[in-house]
């Protein structure tokens, strides 16, 4: 059986046709979709983790007790991965473990372009890197086989054009491999200094296996052509090469490290010159370059460092044209905005009006950032929004001043907070700080595509889990002043945001409402505003609100588009002349929907 798959959708089949056991991620783009996938496998226990950090030790542990684990986590993910990264290296793998990374090239939908290459290489763990969904699919299968033949961890390394781009993948059977249960093994998983000496020098033993291995792997190899040119490629960089270069010998590489220097050497001695086409740093052209081939390598000086490849870039790096037929269209731009409905929209709405300074966090809600709302001023990872904020009121006491007039806030969504946010919250109690904290509770990861969490009461399956009351843990921390307001109660926030900035004591308002993109809130048929022409005196507070189903007329009016309005009534709040209404007062509408949802209804 044949089947059109992802990159993403290939792993997690790989996953299941390698007696797959348990596997464990975080979302984030562009990995998600690996665990959403593995979840529709009854053989396979799979869920959600708050963390990457916390995902990788879960699995750890699964693999501790035979059982065949896979974590999956984007770029950055890593980073907060990188400790038990870093520890399983050296301790190995009883069960097989494969920690997929899915690099993004061009920050789609990340804060930084980093090569995670480099972890493996810095972890000494072998990694694979797939140039197509079959090949994701067949990689997943033999990195669970070669993580326990080789006693370690196995990273499997995609890209954004990999995890999401579709090819034909062939379909095997599954394969049962038994768990084989725990059996403690001090020296081995025990990382005390004494322990660790020793498993070092193992580590440096494998490494050298690995290596011979990779030298007849059936993924590195000479593919015959022109020997006049010799491209050397990796990941999805391979098929563009493959493109612009049809007729040249490649070296293609899907075990990128430990390299297969044997036959590297012998690739070099039947071509002219080397090109290497990679995306990101200059990996595979280090290691090259430092084996002293005696042939010209050419590589980042022609092919760029930043963003992705495509076809046209190579071919206009390595040949200096640029054919009509790779010519990419032109495309309208469309800037990135909070959906219509947005609960978030509200919040930073007034966060404007106070004319607070905003250190924000990563989820939906950074576009807070953007004009028109332009209300957030720093975003660095998960969870450094509270930190950053504490920073800066530390730094304005230091210098003889009143923090509070600065108006600083922390605005942290309800799945980060539990990712990452908790611990900089315990710290700002801790030392006496009194930044005020605004998680804004949506009841879902949403920007990786509704991913339930530990507030949502759903696990990975479908099926009820333990919820997590932020408002209970949070004062579960000690902090006393703790409020939970509807994001839509405009005046509410008003107030009470401008209360708690000025106050002396930390304080934490947990702005809730559900994500009006919710599967029961999604298939409703809503009632939407209108706005009167005749009312409307165009003083242009709707338009700030930067709602998307907002425009404005060429007698400079307002105008509400029907098909994207929801019937939220944000912009009616904002209208000081009553300008806005909804079409059926009486009818369904995003506000009514969502107080359904929570249970409760807020009039602060």
Not at 94 to 101: A, D, E, I
Not at 115 to 135: G, I
Not at 185 to 202: G, T
């Amino acid at each position: 059986m044949k089947a059109i798959l992802s990159g993403n959708e290939a792993i997690a089949r790989g996953f299941w046709e390698g007696g797959g056991h348990f596997a464990t991620a975080y979302p984030g783009t562009p990995s998600t979709e690996i665990l959403e996938n593995i979840g529709n496998y009854p053989e396979i226990r799979s869920q959600w983790a708050v963390n990457e950090k916390t995902s990788l030790e879960i699995a750890l542990g699964a693999s501790f007790a035979g059982a065949r684990s896979l974590v999956a986590m984007k770029l950055v993910g890593l980073n907060v991965a990188a400790d038990p990264f870093f520890s399983a290296s050296y301790i190995g793998s009883t069960g097989g473990l494969v920690v997929v990374c899915a690099d993004d090239p061009g920050m789609h939908s990340s804060q930084n372009e980093q090569d995670n290459r480099w972890y493996a290489l810095h972890a000494k763990m072998p990694m694979f890197e797939p140039t197509d969904s079959q090949e994701a699919k067949e990689l997943t299968k033999e990195a669970l086989v070669l993580s326990e033949k080789f006693d370690t961890p196995w990273m499997v390394r995609t890209t954004t054009r990999i995890s999401h781009s579709l090819s034909i993948v062939e379909f095997d059977e599954r394969k049962e491999v038994e768990i084989k249960g725990y059996v403690p093994d001090f020296h081995k998983r025990n990382l005390l200094p004494s322990n660790a000496r020793v498993r070092h020098k193992l580590v440096e033993e494998r490494t050298i296996k690995i290596k011979e291995f990779g030298e007849n792997f059936w993924g590195n190899r000479i593919e015959e052509g022109d020997p006049s040119i010799g491209i050397v490629a990796n990941g999805i960089s391979y098929q563009y090469a493959r493109e612009v270069f049809p007729n040249a010998t490649f070296l293609k590489l899907l075990l990128t490290w430990p390299l297969p220097e044997k036959l590297i050497r012998k690739f070099a001695g039947k071509v002219k010159k080397i090109y290497i086409i990679e995306e990101g740093d200059p990996f595979l052209e280090m290691h090259l370059k430092a084996m002293n081939l005696g042939i010209k390598i050419i590589g980042k000086d022609k092919i760029p460092m930043t963003g992705e490849l495509n076809p046209t870039i190579v071919m206009k790096a390595l040949k200096g044209k640029d054919p009509s037929h790779f010519d990419i269209p032109k495309i309208p731009h469309r800037p990135p905005a909070l959906c219509p409905g947005c609960p978030h929209t509200g919040v930073f709405y007034t966060l404007k009006r106070l004319k607070a300074n905003v250190t924000g966090d990563i989820g939906c809600y950074t576009l807070g950032a953007l004009p028109p709302l332009s209300s957030m001023d720093t975003t660095v990872e998960m969870g450094a929004s509270i930190g950053n904020a504490f920073g800066i009121e530390i730094a304005e006491s230091m210098r003889g001043l009143d923090p509070r007039k600065k108006k600083l806030v922390a605005v942290i969504g309800d799945s980060t907070f539990f990712h990452s946010g908790v611990t900089p919250l315990m710290d700002l109690f801790y030392n006496n700080g009194i930044t005020t904290v605004i998680i804004l509770d949506n009841r879902i990861t949403a920007m990786t595509g509704h991913q339930d969490n530990p507030g949502s009461g759903k696990t990975l399956k479908g099926v009820p889990g333990r919820t997590i009351d932020i408002e209970r843990l949070v004062r579960g921390i000690g902090i006393e002043h703790v409020y939970t307001i509807d994001s839509f109660d405009l005046k509410g926030l008003k107030e009470l945001i401008n209360r708690e900035i000025h106050r002396q004591e930390p304080s934490v308002i947990i702005a809730r409402r559900p994500c009006v993109l919710l599967p029961e809130l999604r298939k409703r048929k809503y009632t939407y505003a209108v706005a009167d022409e005749e009312k409307c005196t165009s003083c242009t507070l709707c338009w700030k609100l930067g709602c998307p189903a907002i425009s404005v007329t060429k007698e400079k009016k307002t105008w509400i588009n029907p098909d994207l309005c929801v019937g939220c009534g944000v912009c009616i709040d904002v209208c000081p002349v009553d300008a806005i209404s909804l079409r059926d007062p009486n009818a369904d509408n995003a506000r009514k929907a969502g107080e359904e949802v929570l249970g409760w209804k807020q009039n602060q």
